[in-house]
């Protein structure tokens, strides 16, 4: 069974300051993706990254893949209070099932 | 475009009841998943797909079904409900074998047994 473990679960910290969000797994991925889930809402993709040791960057988020592809790890500079939300990475290998992390709640506070 | 329809979005059922979540998408995808996601947690995968007359068990398979007797259609199917089955149920579909391709979703089914 692969498993994604996600750390923290929870984040609570204040407007501007940097927050990074960490996914590991002892299995190997072909591609890990994250997502954020608003309330309410399914998840919506914010980036996938497929190449060991690969960054990629999306406005304030940076998101990179270990060199193993066994984890990756989202960090945000300068966090605003619209980053609130829910945060999952998932995983899959090759044709296979696409499976999730429990989450991080991330919370900023104006 | 409509993507993945999930429905009905709201039910409560009593203990023992059955129902079936329906969930379909329009855009060809072969390979499509349930998942249940609890009050702030993550999304458990109780069955997937990779194509029409193909399923196969996620992680929290017990006490559901599924079928796929189309590429576009994948119900979900509670037999006897149970509270612990009370959750809100995602519907995804996708193309694995595209890189960087992504799951969509349904707007989730938020199902509870009383």
């Known amino acids: 069974t692969q498993l994604l473990e996600q750390s923290p679960q929870f984040l609570s910290i204040q407007e501007g300051e940097n927050l990074t969000v960490y996914c590991n797994s002892s299995?190997?991925?072909?591609?890990l993706q994250w997502y954020r889930q608003e309330p309410g809402e399914g998840p919506v993709l914010l980036v996938t990254?497929?190449?060991?040791?690969e960054v990629k960057k999306l406005k304030r988020l940076t998101f990179q893949f270990g060199d193993a592809r066994k984890d990756s790890s989202l960090h945000i500079t300068a966090a605003q209070p619209g980053d609130t939300g829910l945060y999952l990475c998932?995983?899959?290998?090759?044709?296979?099932?696409?499976?999730f992390g429990q989450g991080t709640r991330l919370t900023i506070n104006p | 475009n409509a993507g993945v329809t999930q429905t009905p979005k709201f039910r409560i059922l009593k203990i023992g009841q059955s129902m079936t979540l329906q969930c379909t998408q329009d855009?060809?995808?072969?390979?499509m998943y349930w998942y249940r996601q609890d009050p702030g947690m993550g999304l458990k995968l109780i069955y997937y797909?990779?194509?029409?007359?193909?399923?196969d068990k996620g992680e929290v398979p017990n006490g559901y079904n599924v079928s796929r007797s189309t590429t576009e259609d994948f119900p979900l199917r509670l037999e006897l409900a149970a509270p612990s089955q009370t959750s809100v149920y995602f519907c995804?579909?996708?193309?694995?074998?595209?890189?960087?391709?992504?799951?969509?979703f349904g707007q989730g089914t938020r199902l509870t047994v009383v």
């Open positions: 995804a579909s996708t193309i694995p074998e595209v890189p960087d391709t992504e799951a969509f």
């Open positions: 299995s190997v991925f072909s591609s």
């Open positions: 990254v497929v190449t060991g040791g």
């Open positions: 855009m060809n995808h072969n390979y």
């Open positions: 797909s990779v194509g029409a007359g193909i399923t």
């Open positions: 998932a995983g899959s290998s090759g044709a296979q099932k696409l499976v």
